[in-house]
């Protein structure tokens, strides 16, 4: 009958939250969240906040009444909320589900409503945390620190593994550094327990959230204490989960053997092969007497001690071991074998004979080689003995002895057979590795080297004759194309002045002998126009027979080039060039244009217009190339000058001349006010005059 009762109260209180019921306290709404995980309930709530609300964890507010305590997850918008221990709060929202399917309480508004004394933290052990009635409340907990590392997932927390007699513990501590020798040490922790752990890890468990390091408190240090511990070899016969929930341990006996980066193994006292890896203080050197002590471990093979430390020991050394002559298959196991890898050996001394396949190098020298037989291939660590490898490479045949180490994995929960990946064997000694027999130094692979720098070498050679005559053929091309683009330019120039000029010449000569007969008075001037012809072919030809020999086109700027061509017609005219346009984008082609224009109104402003300076300036303006000519000369009437009828060409050859290259001229003059004739050439989409 009261189970009945039972059934139809939790009934109609599920019913009423289904409904638009609202959850007035903390034990209601952990019950809704934590045990029921009801989605869509609302809460509105007044209790104290159990502790300071401040980063890493700025979303989670833990909140304590008389009923019980529950979290609370803020919204993101709600960090600067500053709220501290003891602050009474007025908090309301509903229930939700996550992404990952678990419900939590997500308050729509938090408000501070007073203070009161700050919760104290509750005693409480390892069972207590796990049985929920701890859920986020403040509490205390003792233990024995069996391990530390730093969250994979989120750098900011260290994780602390606590044994609490026999249990273990996680406790999340945000930015705790760990200290070498720390493990082992009996602690005490303060935080709340969560029943929600952080990163994501929906399955682990509750921990303890500890706020920083000042809350944990290292009761009794490790120290020398660990070496007070019980001995290993008691708890020989332990399955792994008893083995982890052990507390510090120690075993006492002789180094077998030593490797890198912090492992031992030691022949116990008892008889026991036992594993060790240091955690910061030198090795032992194979054969040293030792006591160490650290936390157990086991990969279900043999006890190992993680964490541990050494100190130099007194006891008896233990019998001369024997030594296996095995071979790698034998060790490994053939592939077509069943029985893959041979456990017997772990921990024993083998020696075995093998080539030497590979080295591979750690600061400068040699500390694996790795062996094969013709099948199998085994590594020989010589990491811990400095030297014993320098030497061997690949290709010799050695025999190497020492101490044959199973590489496996520790036991974890949910992996019942930890990995072994195979054998490694460890030299205890220089004397452990020998070589038997070095390579010859002609082999095959180094035949094939020769081989190969050969067959580059001639193909090399190959392709620089077939490079040779191709770029021959090509030079040869160009210097061919140069010297015809010059013969047809020289020819145009020819054609285009003097030819026509000397056509000229004979049409007023023809002129004049009519005019003798017909009209007299008429004949001085067709001689006198023909006289000026003569006078402008022979200036055209001396131009022309000077741009064959001069180098201006070699000249790096447009400055020299000009320069150069107007220095032998000043005639004592003082010349300022600013022609600030780059070489590169001009071709010979029009460069030679550029300069023939200037030199011809260089030519006319000295000869014509009695210039005593000459000003050259040019520069890029957008997508146009300008340059203009001034002078300080006597000046003209542009509209009256005379033309080609009277025998001067200049003016109208400087406007053909620019119309090839598409451009425009402009001339500003006037008497006594000098001359200034300004050019304007188009860029082509190139961006260079061609």
């Given at each position: 009958m009261k189970a009945l009762l039972c059934i139809m109260m939790s009934a109609a209180s599920l019913a009423g939250l289904c409904s638009d019921a609202v959850v007035t306290n903390a034990g209601d709404l952990a019950r809704v969240?934590?045990?029921?995980?009801?989605?869509?309930?609302?809460?509105?709530?007044?209790?104290?906040?159990?502790?300071?609300?401040?980063?890493?964890?700025?979303?989670?507010?833990?909140?304590?009444?008389?009923?019980?305590?529950?979290?609370?997850?803020?919204?993101?918008?709600?960090?600067?909320?500053?709220?501290?221990?003891?602050?009474?709060?007025?908090?309301?929202?509903?229930?939700?589900?996550?992404?990952?399917?678990?419900?939590?309480?997500?308050?729509?508004?938090?408000?501070?409503?007073?203070?009161?004394?700050?919760?104290?933290?509750?005693?409480?052990?390892?069972?207590?945390?796990e049985s929920g009635r701890f859920d986020c409340r403040l509490v205390k907990v003792r233990g024995t620190l069996r391990d530390a590392f730093q969250d994979e997932i989120d750098g900011h927390f260290t994780y602390l593994v606590l044994n609490c007699d026999g249990r273990l513990l996680y406790v999340p501590a945000p930015r705790f550094k760990i200290v070498d020798g720390m493990v082992g040490s009996e602690i005490e922790v303060e935080g709340i327990c969560d029943p929600l752990p952080i990163g994501g890890r929906l399955h682990m468990g509750r921990t303890v959230l500890v706020k920083d390091e000042r809350s944990v408190k290292v009761l009794c240090a490790a120290g020398e204490d660990a070496f007070s511990a019980p001995t290993i070899d008691d708890d020989a016969f332990l399955g792994p989960m008893e083995i982890q929930a052990l507390g510090i341990r120690r075993a006492r006996g002789t180094v077998v053997a030593a490797w890198r980066p912090r492992n031992i193994l030691i022949s116990t006292e008892g008889g026991n092969q036992i594993r060790a890896s240091i955690a910061?203080?030198?090795?032992?050197?194979?054969?040293?007497?030792?006591?160490?002590?650290?936390?157990?471990?086991?990969?279900?093979?043999?006890?190992?001690?993680?964490?541990?430390?050494?100190?130099?020991?007194?006891?008896?050394?233990?019998?001369?071991?024997?030594?296996?002559?095995?071979?790698?298959?034998?060790?490994?196991?053939?592939?077509?074998?069943?029985?893959?890898?041979?456990?017997?050996?772990?921990?024993?001394?083998?020696?075995?004979?093998?080539?030497?396949?590979?080295?591979?190098?750690?600061?400068?020298?040699?500390?694996?080689?790795?062996?094969?037989?013709?099948?199998?291939?085994?590594?020989?660590?010589?990491?811990?003995?400095?030297?014993?490898?320098?030497?061997?490479?690949?290709?010799?045949?050695?025999?190497?002895?020492?101490?044959?180490?199973?590489?496996?994995?520790?036991?974890?929960?949910?992996?019942?057979?930890?990995?072994?990946?195979?054998?490694?064997?460890?030299?205890?000694?220089?004397?452990?590795?020998?070589?038997?027999?070095?390579?010859?130094?002609?082999?095959?692979?180094?035949?094939?080297?020769?081989?190969?720098?050969l067959a580059s070498a001639l193909a090399a050679l190959l392709v620089w004759i077939a490079v040779k005559r191709s770029f021959g053929a090509m030079i040869e091309k160009a210097q061919s194309d140069a010297r015809v683009a010059e013969r047809t330019r020289l020819a145009v120039e020819l054609h285009d002045s003097i030819a026509q000029n000397l056509t000229g010449v004979a049409m007023e000569i023809r002129s004049a002998r009519r005019a003798q007969t017909a009209d007299p008075s008429r004949t001085d001037g067709h001689l006198d126009l023909a006289a000026a012809t003569l006078d402008s072919c022979r200036d055209e030809l001396r131009n022309c027979i000077w741009d064959l020999r001069n180098l201006t086109l070699d000249d790096a700027t447009v400055d020299e080039a000009v320069r150069r061509t107007l220095r032998q017609h000043l005639a004592g005219a003082r010349l300022d060039v600013r022609f600030k346009v780059a070489r590169s984008l001009l071709s010979d082609n029009a460069l030679h244009t550029i300069l023939r224009v200037v030199r011809e109104l260089t030519i006319n402003a000295v000869r014509h217009g009695a210039a005593t300076e000459i000003k050259v300036a040019g520069c890029l303006d957008g997508d146009s190339l300008l340059f203009s000519v001034r002078d300080n000369g006597r000046g003209f009437d542009p509209a009256a000058a005379p033309g080609m009828r009277e025998g001067h060409f200049g003016l109208q050859g400087i406007r053909e001349r620019i119309e090839a290259l598409e451009g425009t001229v402009e001339i500003e003059s006037a008497a006594g006010r000098g001359t200034k004739v300004s050019v304007s050439i188009p860029l082509p989409p190139s961006g260079k005059v061609d």
């Open positions: 969240v934590y045990r029921e995980q009801t989605p869509d309930v609302a809460f509105e709530l007044d209790g104290t906040v159990i502790s300071d609300k401040t980063a890493p964890l700025e979303i989670r507010l833990h909140v304590l009444d008389g009923t019980g305590a529950a979290l609370l997850f803020t919204s993101r918008d709600m960090t600067n909320l500053t709220l501290r221990a003891g602050d009474r709060v007025r908090a309301a929202g509903r229930t939700m589900r996550q992404a990952s399917n678990k419900v939590i309480a997500y308050c729509q508004s938090v408000e501070r409503i007073g203070h009161v004394a700050a919760p104290a933290p509750e005693r409480a052990s390892a069972e207590d945390i910061s203080q030198e090795l032992p050197a194979s054969g040293t007497p030792v006591e160490v002590a650290g936390v157990p471990e086991t990969d279900l093979f043999n006890i190992s001690l993680s964490r541990a430390v050494w100190r130099p020991a007194e006891c008896a050394p233990p019998p001369a071991a024997r030594v296996y002559e095995l071979s790698i298959d034998t060790l490994l196991g053939r592939p077509d074998d069943e029985v893959k890898l041979h456990p017997y050996y772990n921990g024993r001394i083998v020696r075995i004979v093998g080539d030497v396949v590979a080295v591979e190098s750690s600061g400068g020298r040699v500390d694996t080689v790795v062996v094969s037989d013709g099948g199998r291939v085994l590594a020989i660590d010589a990491s811990a003995v400095p030297g014993a490898a320098e030497g061997v490479s690949a290709g010799c045949r050695i025999e190497a002895t020492g101490a044959c180490i199973l590489e496996t994995e520790n036991w974890r929960p949910g992996a019942l057979f930890p990995p072994a990946n195979g054998y490694r064997l460890v030299i205890r000694n220089p004397g452990d590795l020998r070589v038997l027999a070095r390579p010859p130094w002609w082999t095959p692979e180094r035949l094939v080297v020769v081989i190969g720098v």
